[in-house]
């Protein structure tokens, strides 16, 4: 090989590296840094949380029957239906009449008695509880469209991204440890 040959090589050799470097380089100004976010939508999940809902209320009851079988009753009206019967008639008769009226007396005064006793009642104060169910809204993140290199993407995000994405190495850089690096 002669001189020239050699020093042609070399300077062949030479322009290959410079012309590579060069478009290395052109390539890494040329790749874009940013990417512009086309739109943002919120991701949320519906929360239903049950809790306890209580409430005093008041309560009407029959009261407690202390004479079951309304004897006293049956007795005032007896005694009371045998004094006006016995008041009616004579001899035989006025026998008749006081048993009658006993008898109607006693029936009378029981019924009071039980219409009493259905009228009686106490108040009391019961504490009734249900589950009721509480909905709200709990933020996931941002489905966040994005614009690079004439492409579409779309990618998570845990916060609200401004107006363009930082791009690294050709890619959209989501967190700002990524960003940092």
Same mark, same amino acid.
């Given at each position: 090989m002669n001189k020239s040959m050699v020093q042609g090589f070399v300077i062949g050799g030479v322009a290959m590296v410079v012309l590579g470097a060069g478009a290395v380089g052109y390539q890494t100004m040329t790749k874009p840094k940013f990417a512009d976010v086309v739109a943002v939508k919120a991701v949320t999940q519906t929360v239903v949380t049950p809790r306890e809902e209580c409430q005093d209320v008041q309560v009407q009851r029959q009261a407690p029957v202390q004479d079951k079988n309304r004897l006293a009753g049956t007795a005032i009206g007896a005694v009371a239906g045998g004094l006006i019967g016995s008041t009616? $008639? $004579? $001899? &035989?008769g006025k026998t008749l009449a006081t048993v009658a009226g006993a008898a109607a007396g006693g029936y009378a005064g029981n019924q009071v /008695? %039980?219409?009493? /006793? /259905? %009228?009686d009642t106490v108040t009391a104060t019961e #504490? #009734?509880? &249900?589950?009721?169910?509480?909905?709200?809204e709990k933020l996931l993140g941002y489905d966040v469209t994005y614009r690079l290199d004439g492409k579409n993407g779309v990618v998570r995000m845990s916060s609200k991204p401004g107006a363009t994405l930082p791009v690294k190495d050709g890619k959209v850089v989501t967190t700002a440890d990524t960003a940092k690096s």
């Amino acid at each position: 090989m002669n001189k020239s040959m050699v020093q042609g090589f070399v300077i062949g050799g030479v322009a290959m590296v410079v012309l590579g470097a060069g478009a290395v380089g052109y390539q890494t100004m040329t790749k874009p840094k940013f990417a512009d976010v086309v739109a943002v939508k919120a991701v949320t999940q519906t929360v239903v949380t049950p809790r306890e809902e209580c409430q005093d209320v008041q309560v009407q009851r029959q009261a407690p029957v202390q004479d079951k079988n309304r004897l006293a009753g049956t007795a005032i009206g007896a005694v009371a239906g045998g004094l006006i019967g016995s008041t009616v $008639g $004579g $001899g &035989k008769g006025k026998t008749l009449a006081t048993v009658a009226g006993a008898a109607a007396g006693g029936y009378a005064g029981n019924q009071v /008695q %039980k219409n009493m /006793q /259905q %009228k009686d009642t106490v108040t009391a104060t019961e #504490r #009734r509880c &249900k589950t009721v169910h509480d909905k709200s809204e709990k933020l996931l993140g941002y489905d966040v469209t994005y614009r690079l290199d004439g492409k579409n993407g779309v990618v998570r995000m845990s916060s609200k991204p401004g107006a363009t994405l930082p791009v690294k190495d050709g890619k959209v850089v989501t967190t700002a440890d990524t960003a940092k690096s």
